[in-house]
């Protein structure tokens, strides 16, 4: 099999570049402010509680803490609730991904994606910074609000990756979608830093920054991103990579069993109609693609873990071994590290082998091994960042993938004929499945950590990670038996 060369990186012009930029930017803002709830989570559970059960309020008059900062008795019941909170805003996130999809697919993906990113931001500024200002403390308004956060920050994901997906063609995509998927797990790391450093004035001021952030990243994106290449005047990526690549392989995903059958049946969605844009596929019939219902289940189980990491990891830092809230905050940053070269360097290898689901094997396998590890890891902070490093690579790099270059070739298949108006409606859906398991998650680590012990959601996640291994196998067999079927071809030949 012949490697692929970097050669296709000579047919990209800086409009590429800054699309690349600017829709790695809007997400990684995105994910910035939702770190900082996570990182914050401590200071919060203080300020909910009464000052005779957290050490860490100043010393106020009883009755003044009892009366405006008391939601709850004692801390224990302000975790259960932000691990409430956590499930809220997956739901509404997941439920937003079903729509959001299709709505991109519709609307202009530059005015979509650049009113989720404004206005995910104002909500996030009068949850955090507002109410904290005016000392206004209500479960159901803080509620209502992160719900509403949720359906908003939907838009951003598929509308970025059909962006992407417009843009780059199959050459190399598990490499370019490698490198821009890190683009969540350096939003953690900015958030995580901007957390930290005005943290010591109060949570407000956290949410205030990376909410301002967001904001104008927003705005940026609405004048500076372009949705495709055809607003330029440009060549279609797909078009670019020949005749007969484009009509046998070019939208195929990665993830078939390598056997070409041609019984004679047309199975395209679209009609041919040249010089007309193609309409948008339904929702059933994206979700009955070749493909994405076994990705999507997977992507629940895995996403599940990943985001349980991203929402609880500096918590249990600071609650099981008794570190700061900024040095928990600063260390939970290698897990990300871990993620990004992950995500990279497994799109890399699955662009070498022409095949995704394998690589996604041997990696979910050490994951699980990783999870073993790391939950045994000692009270030493440099041993625990090396672990969390390599848990971060074994499950946060498959994460990546998944959501990225997996989505856009499941949104690019043969039997589209090349519309790029499912990119957004599969990323959607494949995302929201995600999501409706991240969401019942976090209310599971929170009851499974106030009822047992951190052990046991360890445990939890082992066998979460497992279940992504299943869902995926039947696409293991098929390509493993399509790359041992073209070796004995070449041998043959030879």
Same mark, same amino acid.
């Given at each position: 099999?012949?490697?692929?060369?970097?050669?296709?990186?000579?047919?990209?012009?800086?409009?590429?570049?800054?699309?690349?930029?600017?829709?790695?930017?809007?997400?990684?803002?995105?994910?910035?402010?939702?770190k900082t709830f996570s990182n914050v989570k401590v200071s919060i559970t203080a300020q909910w509680t009464p000052s005779i059960q957290?050490?860490?309020?100043?010393?106020?008059?009883?009755g003044q803490v009892w009366n405006e900062n008391q939601l709850f008795p004692d801390p224990q019941e302000a975790t259960l609730f932000?691990?409430?909170?956590?499930?809220?805003?997956?739901?509404?996130?997941?439920?937003?991904?079903?729509?959001?999809?299709?709505?991109?697919?519709?609307?202009?993906?530059?005015?979509?994606?650049?009113?989720?990113?404004?206005?995910?931001?104002?909500?996030?500024?009068?949850?955090?910074?507002?109410?904290?200002?005016?000392?206004?403390?209500?479960?159901?308004?803080?509620?209502?609000?992160?719900?509403?956060?949720?359906?908003?920050?939907?838009?951003?994901?598929?509308?970025?990756?059909?962006?992407?997906?417009?843009?780059?063609?199959?050459?190399?995509?598990?490499?370019?979608?490698?490198?821009?998927?890190?683009?969540?797990?350096?939003?953690?790391?900015?958030?995580?830093?901007?957390?930290?450093?005005?943290?010591?004035?109060?949570?407000?001021?956290?949410?205030?920054?990376?909410?301002?952030?967001?904001?104008?990243?927003?705005?940026?994106?609405?004048?500076?991103?372009?949705?495709?290449?055809?607003?330029?005047?440009?060549?279609?990526?797909?078009?670019?990579?020949?005749?007969?690549?484009?009509?046998?392989?070019?939208?195929?995903?990665?993830?078939?069993?390598?056997?070409?059958?041609?019984?004679?049946?047309?199975?395209?969605?679209?009609?041919?109609?040249?010089?007309?844009?193609?309409?948008?596929?339904?929702?059933?019939?994206?979700?009955?693609?070749?493909? !994405? *219902?076994?990705? %999507? +289940?997977?992507? &629940?189980?895995?996403? $599940?873990?990943? @985001? /349980?990491?991203?929402?609880?990891?500096?918590?249990?830092?600071?609650?099981?071994?008794?570190?700061?809230?900024?040095?928990?905050?600063?260390?939970?940053?290698?897990?990300?590290?871990?993620?990004?070269?992950?995500?990279?360097?497994?799109?890399?290898?699955?662009?070498?082998?022409?095949?995704?689901?394998? !690589? *996604?094997?041997? %990696? +979910?396998?050490? &994951?699980?091994?990783? $999870?073993?590890? @790391? /939950?045994?890891?000692?009270?030493?902070?440099?041993?625990?960042?090396?672990?969390?490093?390599?848990?971060?690579?074994?499950?946060?790099?498959?994460?990546?993938?998944?959501?990225?270059?997996?989505?856009?070739?499941?949104?690019?298949?043969?039997?589209?004929?090349?519309?790029?108006?499912?990119?957004?409606? !599969?990323?959607?859906?494949?995302?929201?499945?995600?999501?409706?398991?991240?969401?019942?998650?976090?209310?599971?680590?929170?009851?499974?950590?106030?009822?047992?012990?951190?052990?046991?959601?360890?445990?939890?996640?082992?066998?979460?990670?497992?279940?992504?291994?299943?869902?995926?196998?039947?696409?293991?067999?098929?390509?493993?038996?399509?790359?041992?079927?073209?070796?004995?071809?070449?041998?043959?030949?030879?």
């Amino acid at each position: 099999m012949a490697l692929p060369r970097c050669g296709f990186l000579s047919q990209y012009t800086q409009h590429h570049l800054l699309v690349f930029l600017l829709t790695f930017l809007s997400y990684a803002l995105l994910h910035a402010s939702r770190k900082t709830f996570s990182n914050v989570k401590v200071s919060i559970t203080a300020q909910w509680t009464p000052s005779i059960q957290n050490a860490s309020l100043p010393v106020l008059a009883p009755g003044q803490v009892w009366n405006e900062n008391q939601l709850f008795p004692d801390p224990q019941e302000a975790t259960l609730f932000l691990g409430a909170l956590d499930t809220i805003f997956l739901f509404s996130y997941a439920v937003g991904l079903f729509i959001s999809g299709i709505i991109g697919d519709r609307l202009n993906l530059r005015y979509v994606l650049s009113c989720g990113l404004c206005c995910s931001a104002a909500v996030e500024f009068v949850f955090g910074t507002l109410t904290e200002w005016f000392h206004f403390y209500n479960v159901y308004f803080y509620c209502s609000l992160w719900g509403l956060n949720g359906l908003l920050q939907s838009t951003c994901w598929p509308c970025v990756v059909a962006v992407m997906g417009n843009w780059f063609g199959k050459a190399g995509r598990g490499f370019i979608f490698g490198m821009w998927s890190a683009c969540a797990s350096v939003g953690n790391i900015l958030g995580a830093f901007l957390a930290s450093c005005v943290l010591k004035y109060g949570y407000e001021y956290a949410f205030l920054v990376t909410s301002s952030v967001q904001f104008a990243g927003g705005v940026v994106v609405f004048f500076g991103l372009l949705s495709s290449p055809e607003e330029l005047g440009l060549q279609d990526p797909a078009e670019g990579e020949g005749a007969s690549e484009r009509d046998k392989d070019s939208h195929r995903p990665l993830i078939g069993d390598g056997e070409e059958v041609d019984d004679g049946i047309d199975y395209s969605i679209q009609g041919e109609e040249p010089n007309k844009k193609p309409a948008p596929i339904g929702f059933f019939q994206a979700f009955c693609l070749p493909g !994405v *219902l076994p990705y %999507s +289940l997977a992507y &629940a189980c895995l996403k $599940l873990v990943n @985001y /349980s990491f991203f929402f609880w990891l500096p918590f249990y830092l600071s609650v099981n071994y008794g570190w700061k809230e900024t040095e928990a905050d600063q260390l939970s940053i290698w897990y990300d590290v871990g993620g990004i070269i992950g995500g990279t360097v497994l799109g890399l290898i699955s662009d070498v082998l022409q095949k995704r689901a394998p !690589v *996604l094997a041997v %990696s +979910l396998i050490l &994951a699980m091994g990783s $999870l073993i590890g @790391y /939950s045994h890891s000692p009270n030493n902070q440099p041993v625990n960042a090396v672990l969390m490093a390599i848990t971060g690579f074994f499950i946060g790099g498959p994460s990546n993938m998944i959501s990225s270059a997996i989505s856009a070739d499941l949104g690019r298949q043969e039997v589209l004929q090349g519309s790029k108006e499912a990119l957004a409606t !599969v990323t959607g859906i494949v995302d929201g499945t995600g999501s409706v398991g991240a969401a019942a998650g976090q209310y599971l680590v929170s009851l499974i950590e106030s009822k047992l012990n951190w052990m046991c959601v360890f445990y939890f996640f082992i066998v979460m990670t497992g279940g992504s291994l299943i869902f995926i196998s039947p696409l293991i067999v098929n390509e493993v038996r399509a790359m041992l079927h073209e070796r004995r071809s070449q041998v043959h030949r030879l």
